[in-house]
């Protein structure tokens, strides 16, 4: 037992974050303190009970359970708990049982407020609040409204030619907008007029609607300007209109890109999309590594990071496309190639293999089947070339179950919906999270919004969704906090990637499918799901703050890897971070245990 001041202001030396304080407070803050003795089974404090002490272990080991009794932490000396509901005012959310005889510093709520107020060191230690974005953040990983032409120049269906080219030259703009009632209907250039009018002999009287581009690409305004600027490079346009709902909100072009400066990765998607061959688009793939450590060290969110980093996949699968269209021909009928896994979540890092598919038009032949065999093959080892290795489930295009017609395609989700077996569970876990990558995206459409409301309404299908989504489980346990895989080649490590993302990816999902988001990157269902109130205020935003941490000391961790001379995975060892960041990292991973537990139980993370 720890009952002398000399002694106990000793050990509180020995523990972050007062290892950091002076010697005077140190010494006042162990007379403020209590060593208390618990047997094994004492409970500490229960949900509900009022928080009253900081509790740190000196020795022994402590269980952390939730409402619904899950264990989310067996903490063993120099751990501290209880925190949690200090910081925020609240009765407790979690009960502390005694899981072997132990000796608990006890330390008065007064004093924990005053040593947060007046350390800076303590304050941080206990500060779980996601950190503030970098004060000088690339122009070209903001939103595209911050860039955007506002309320841009527009004219009705009806204006002649000859008023709408007026307007533009009093105006000096080199495009103008079509709308009717409000609504976005296409876009006219100086090249339409020169093209359309000057060379074609357009009568100028005529309706500018006769000569307005209706097929326009178009951007969200909370896009990234990096988005805009990479459709212009690989698509040859000088100018995208912004959409909001449907109402032209903006027009953002090359001027403004410009203004926003370009970075690397759109460098990388032009060379790519005038690659000829699949060597010279891994020649530009190579470098990806290097992207990904300056887009780290530049302070990127890592929501950022694997969106410019999948843009450039993106690319190279349209690439790979075009060029397979130029070998074998135009293709016999419509199809639409989508991406799953991270891919399509925008979420690649730099570890990353290929998962996709093919959907073709119900006007396939068995005759037409050689012809997209041969294009997945084209495509599928082109990725590969490119250093997007082969997926090791077969998971892809090339695969024959996954290059079917629409019907076919409905046919399997609908089976896997009314049969919700282990494999149905893990095919359909992977096919909600496809994303258009090119083609035909009309083909897509109403598959996936069908499909989405089918298995919403399937409760069964639902459950075991859900309990699908909790097989991975957080690394939580004795060291630090922290269970290290415990055998192999990389024991003693954390997978960042099995026990971290994942776990929040597959929830994720889960928010999705009970919202029928069409959201398909983790953040993005994450924010969706606390504005659809599928998760509560409170609790989606403390886990959307644990899978920022999750997620960053993952690219951090690879970034440093790269920087090392190393190829880059996702097996951290924990000894590698600092008592202040393994304590925020377990904190983490508690988070997360208690989102998954709270979606065993049914009760979602409402309330």
């Known amino acids: 037992m720890i009952s002398l001041p000399t002694n106990l202001t000793q050990f509180l030396a020995s523990v972050h974050p007062y290892d950091s304080l002076p010697e005077a407070d140190l010494t006042t803050l162990a007379q403020a303190c209590q060593a208390q003795e618990f047997s094994a089974d004492d409970v500490v404090y229960s949900v509900g009970d009022t928080a009253t002490h900081l509790y740190i272990i000196a020795a022994g080991e402590v269980e952390i359970t939730d409402e619904f009794g899950v264990q989310l932490s067996l903490l063993g000396p120099r751990n501290s708990f209880g925190e949690r509901a200090l910081l925020r005012g609240e009765t407790s959310s979690r009960t502390a049982t005694i899981v072997s005889e132990a000796t608990l510093i006890a330390v008065p709520k007064d004093q924990f407020y005053a040593l947060i107020k007046m350390h800076s060191a303590v304050a941080k230690f206990f500060d779980r609040r996601r950190p503030p974005a970098p004060a000088q953040a690339d122009p070209a990983t903001t939103p595209v409204k911050r860039w955007m032409t506002s309320d841009p120049v527009t004219c009705t269906l009806d204006t002649p030619i000859r008023d709408a080219a007026r307007i533009m030259c009093d105006r000096r703009i080199s495009t103008i907008g079509i709308t009717d009632g409000g609504d976005f209907n296409g876009l006219v250039t100086l090249r339409d007029m020169n093209g359309r009018v000057i060379v074609e002999g357009k009568d100028p009287s005529d309706a500018i609607a006769d000569i307005m581009t209706t097929e326009v690409l178009t951007l969200g305004p909370d896009e990234l300007v990096t988005d805009a600027l990479h459709l212009m490079v690989e698509q040859g346009i000088g100018s995208i209109p912004i959409l909001d709902d449907g109402q032209l909100v903006g027009i953002i072009t090359k ?4 203004r926003a400066q370009a970075v690397t990765s759109a460098d990388l998607v032009g060379r790519i999309a005038k690659a000829d061959t699949a060597e010279q688009m891994a020649s530009v793939t190579r470098e990806i590594p290097q992207l990904l450590v300056q887009l780290v060290d530049a302070g990127n969110r890592h929501e950022v990071v694997t969106r410019l980093i999948t843009d450039i996949a993106d690319t190279a699968t349209r690439r790979l496309l075009a060029l397979a269209e130029e070998k074998l021909g135009s293709p016999p009928v419509p199809y639409v190639w989508l991406a799953c896994g991270s891919q399509g979540r925008q979420e690649q890092t730099g570890v990353s293999d290929q998962d996709n598919c093919l959907i073709l038009s ?6 037409n089947m050689p012809y997209f065999a041969a ?10 070339t490119c250093g997007y290795f082969y997926c090791p489930g077969d998971m892809m295009a090339t695969n024959p179950r996954w290059c079917q017609p629409i019907s076919v395609w409905r046919d399997y989700f609908q089976g896997w919906i009314a049969t919700p077996n282990p494999e149905a569970q893990m095919l359909a876990s992977v096919m909600f999270d496809l994303r258009v990558i090119g083609g035909d995206e009309n083909l897509f459409g109403d598959l996936q919004q069908d499909t989405l409301k089918a298995a919403a309404k399937n409760s069964i299908f ?11 489980h957080p690394p939580l346990g ?3 906090g922290l269970a290290t895989i415990r ?5 003693n490590q954390l997978d960042l990637k099995h026990n971290g993302v994942v776990p929040v990816v597959d929830l994720g999902r889960i928010y999705a499918l009970e919202g029928q988001l069409t959201q398909v990157s983790t953040r993005a269902r994450l924010e969706a799901g606390v504005r659809r109130g599928l998760l509560s205020k409170s609790g989606g935003n403390d886990f959307l703050d644990a899978y920022d941490l999750i997620a960053m000391t993952r690219l951090k961790h690879q970034a440093a890897q790269i920087k090392s001379g190393q190829k880059p995975d996702n ?6 971070l600092s008592d202040f960041e393994r304590s925020h990292l377990r904190d983490a991973f508690v988070v997360v245990k208690t989102m998954q537990s709270a979606a065993g139980s049914g009760k979602g993370a409402l309330g």
């Not at 119900?362 to 005759?367: C, I, K, Q, S």
């Open 255 to 258: 001027t403004d890109l410009t």
């Open 362 to 367: 119900d006007e396939v032949t068995e005759a």
């Open 375 to 384: 294009l997945a093959k084209f495509v599928s080892d082109g990725l590969d």
């Open 462 to 472: 639902t459950a075991h969704m859900v309990s699908n989504s909790l097989k991975h």
């Open 478 to 480: 004795l060291l630090r």
């Open 487 to 491: 055998s192999g080649d990389h024991r």
């Open 571 to 576: 097996y951290l060892d924990p000894s590698d």
